[in-house]
């Protein structure tokens, strides 16, 4: 069974410019979870998706961030513009039913210059 | 709100050493608690969990008891191996109506041979 992916890896640009990133689930997970982990803290959550369906987004920091998953498959994280303080590395999770553990993806490093 | 307090790193033992990693918490309800790994350059594996007091979750030799009457769930290992070195997370999931997870902000453990 293929485990949670996330591209890029590694994602270098410039303050005001803008990224995506993109994460697919494990196959037939219906749960799909943003976190992002800023230099020096903790990891923190930014929002659940049930299907395409958001469930909890208490965590998104500003609405400089999107997050979209159509068809309830994989999801995209968009940031624009990026800000400097947008830079860390974000994980994307999954599981299949709401309080199963959650298996993570290796996450992107997003780093803006 | 929850919270999670984990021992600051890093921790550096030598091979066969008895490691605990303290992990303490604040929730409202019964939380669930987990401990995940991050290798390195690699995403975060659960380790192990716990779902109710007196629980105790147990892999790879680790094991934490989900202690209700000092809210903690402290690490152990009775001899660690120079494969052990990563990043150790200890979180939280309240599960009152939310499933995201509340981390610690992780300690590194580094074991020499």
């Known amino acids: 069974e293929a485990g949670v992916t996330q591209f890029p890896s590694h994602s270098v640009i410039e303050k005001g410019q803008t990224v995506t990133l993109r994460c697919d689930p494990i196959?037939?997970?219906?749960?799909l979870y943003w976190y992002r982990r800023v230099m020096g803290k903790e990891i923190k959550f930014l929002l659940h998706f049930v299907k395409e369906s958001k469930q909890d987004e208490s965590g998104m920091p500003n609405n400089r961030f999107l997050a979209e998953r159509t068809g309830g498959t994989y999801s995209t994280l968009k940031v624009q513009p990026a800000e400097l303080e947008d830079s860390g590395v974000y994980f994307c999770a999954s599981s299949q039913d709401l309080g199963q553990p959650q298996h993570f993806g290796d996450g992107t490093r997003l780093s803006i210059l | 709100g929850n919270s999670v307090t984990q021992m600051e790193g890093p921790v550096t033992l030598s091979e066969e050493a008895f490691l605990t990693i303290n992990c303490t918490y604040t929730?409202?309800?019964?939380?669930?608690l987990f401990w995940y790994v991050q290798y390195p350059g690699e995403g975060l594996q659960l380790l192990l969990k716990?779902?109710?007091?007196?629980d105790k979750g147990s892999n790879k030799g680790f094991e934490a008891t989900y202690r209700k009457e000092t809210t903690s769930f402290h690490l152990e290992k009775g001899s660690v191996q120079v494969s052990d070195s990563a990043v150790y997370f200890c979180a939280l999931r309240s599960g009152a109506g939310s499933y995201q997870l509340t981390f610690g902000k992780g300690t590194k453990l580094s074991v020499i041979p």
């Open positions: 716990a779902t109710k007091a007196d």
């Open positions: 196959s037939g997970h219906d749960n």
């Open positions: 929730a409202t309800g019964y939380p669930s």
